[in-house]
């Protein structure tokens, strides 16, 4: 057994589950178009969770902090962008691609930057008082998502709301009997790249340094010096950050939002930090593969199954691994 | 010189009063030693001398400074460095980005890597591997060499010897006693032959108070002083 883990480590570890995951459902599919499809539903899924629990994981490993309104995020997120877009329905409808690039960019930024403002409001106002208190940070920052809830409820209703795409987001790409949506392909890519900025970053920069090392032992990154208190700042702005533009590609990728959606992808994200591994980004970035994938092929072999798929997945790996797949911390 | 005055210091944890009255003098260079039993308070008294834990007010003062109100990250920033017992390494990290954490400005001054090359030659072997691989000596030492990466006037070292085989003793002596000639080190330890041979001052702290101080020669000569107060039979 102890060889074997061996071996698997050496050619890519918990890396290569994915696959493995891919290759079964290849042969159980049996129709290599439709495999195609459903591999990229599942990866343009999974990018899209990828962001939305990136910042958890990271807010979870470094501050310890169980952030229950982290869902919030996402649902304005998803809210703002869905308005901004709809003000600009003109540039969304036109034939020049440059106008199509410039409203989602400015839709996807609006999000951006209400993720970066709400979530300094929501570390220095809601979630320092209870910093080393669960309890107290379960309670507060349910409280706080049950007002954000309302707020969402006030501002835009309660009635779902359609949200428009960009012209040249609309519409599939066929290769032979191979169908890819293109917003999906779109989402894939936007997301490897936000994973590649946080992966230079964690790795190559100080601040990484000092977010990878806080993850382990914050303490220790005092007494080298450094005031981490002002990091956690930094890192639940952009964890929050993430989670809105997360919200927003989901959005774009539903086409119809109801103020639930940030509650509904909350257990996903949980489940994804949880089966990642907590404080990982390489870990997230794998759990939400999983989950997206997992979901697409149950989805489409046993559909009475889909449902549990995440609960499966999760209890799964726990048993093999108890700390995830990839945990920030040995 | 004193470089650290320990001045009636109290510190509770929760509900616990852990330290009832630290008072010492650590002198500028050499090895000071902190000795007591189990439980006696030798680990919080190096925390509250960080700030990792509150110490009472006016109590810490470092080269005629106070700092017992201070954050531990601006403690470090006056210059003492701090090797808990738990070693603290950053095991997802590379060894030679533990000791990059610990520059002022994310670069090494050559002449310093290369004594820690030189009193750890196997920190240099193991540059890029992840600390969690390293053993438990290997651990230790680059807990040390973080803590004498950039120059710092005083490291408090935690136990430092737990746990390690003999050979990798006898090296962390060499180290310690040639870190001390240019630092000062205030170091708690639990293996008497080991503080015998590094320390030049000493105290001995029982119940959270210093119960004695004075030079480790001395202490080391009066058998029946170490029976009464660290229960070391002769």
């Known amino acids: 057994m102890n060889q074997l883990s061996q071996t698997l480590e050496r050619f890519g570890g918990v890396y290569l589950l994915p696959v493995f995951v891919a290759l079964v459902a290849f042969v159980l599919i049996g129709a290599p178009s439709s495999w195609v499809t459903l591999t990229v539903a599942g990866l343009a899924m999974g990018m899209m969770i990828f962001l939305m629990a990136s910042g958890l994981s990271l807010i979870f490993g470094l501050m310890d902090v169980l952030n229950f309104g982290h869902s919030a995020f996402i649902s304005f997120g998803a809210f703002i962008s869905a308005s901004a877009l709809a003000y600009m329905s003109g540039w969304l409808g036109s034939a020049h691609i440059g106008l199509n690039l410039l409203a989602i960019f400015l839709a996807f930024s609006a999000a951006l930057a209400f993720g970066l403002v709400a979530g300094w409001f929501f570390e220095v106002v809601i979630i320092k008082p209870v910093y080393h208190d669960h309890l107290r940070q379960i309670l507060i920052t349910m409280g706080a998502l049950i007002v954000s809830e309302q707020i969402i409820l006030a501002v835009w209703g309660g009635s779902p709301i359609t949200v428009q795409r960009p012209a040249f987001l609309e519409g599939s790409w066929l290769f032979g009997n191979v169908t890819v949506e293109i917003y999906r392909a779109f989402a894939f890519v936007l997301g490897l790249a936000v994973y590649i900025a946080l992966f230079l970053v964690l790795k190559r920069t100080r601040i990484g340094l000092l977010i990878r090392a806080g993850v382990e032992n914050r303490e220790m990154v005092e007494a080298l010096g450094f005031r981490i208190d002002r990091l ?12 809105a533009l997360g919200g927003a590609m989901w959005a774009g990728y539903e086409t119809l939002i109801t103020p639930a959606l940030g509650g509904e992808m909350m257990i996903v994200v949980f489940i994804v930090v949880i089966i990642g591994g907590l404080g990982s980004v390489e870990g997230t970035l794998l759990g939400a593969i999983m989950v997206g994938l997992m979901a697409n092929y149950i989805g489409f072999l046993a559909p009475k199954l889909a449902l549990a798929s995440n609960m499966l997945l999760m209890m799964a790996i726990l048993l093999w691994r108890p700390s995830g797949l990839k945990p920030a911390v040995k | 010189m004193t470089l650290l005055s320990v001045n009636q210091m109290k510190t509770s944890i929760g509900q616990y009063h852990v330290l009832h009255d630290v008072t010492f003098d650590v002198p500028e260079g050499g090895v000071f030693v902190l000795l007591g039993r189990n439980g006696a308070g ?17 109590s810490v003062h470092f080269k005629g400074e106070d700092i017992s109100g201070l954050h531990a990250s601006d403690i470090a920033r006056k210059g003492i460095a701090f090797v808990p017992e738990n070693m603290g390494v950053f095991g997802g990290l590379t060894v030679e980005e533990n000791l990059v954490l610990a520059t002022a400005k994310g670069k090494f001054d050559a002449t310093r890597l290369k004594r820690i090359y030189q009193l750890f030659p196997a920190l240099e072997q193991f540059w890029t591997k992840q600390a969690w691989s390293l053993s438990g000596g ?3 030492m680059l807990a040390v060499a973080r803590a004498i990466i950039e120059p710092r006037a005083l490291i408090l070292i935690d136990e430092p010897t737990k746990g390690l085989a003999p050979s990798i003793i006898d090296a962390m002596a060499e180290a310690f006693l040639e870190i001390g000639e240019t630092t000062t080190i205030l170091l708690v330890e639990q293996n008497f032959n080991f503080a015998k041979r590094l320390g030049r001052d000493m105290a001995v702290i029982d ?15 009066d058998t029946a002083l170490q029976e009464q107060l660290l229960s070391l039979s002769a």
Do not use: C, E
């Open chain 2, 138 to 140: 290997q651990k230790q």
């Open chain 2, 207 to 221: 119940d959270g108070r210093i119960v004695h101080t004075g030079t480790m020669a001395g202490f080391a000569a």
């Open chain 2, 42 to 58: 030798k680990t919080t008294t190096l925390r509250s001398i960080m700030g990792l834990w509150t110490p009472s007010a006016n």
């Open chain 1, 232 to 243: 956690f700042v930094g890192v639940f702005m952009v964890g929050s950050a993430l989670a």
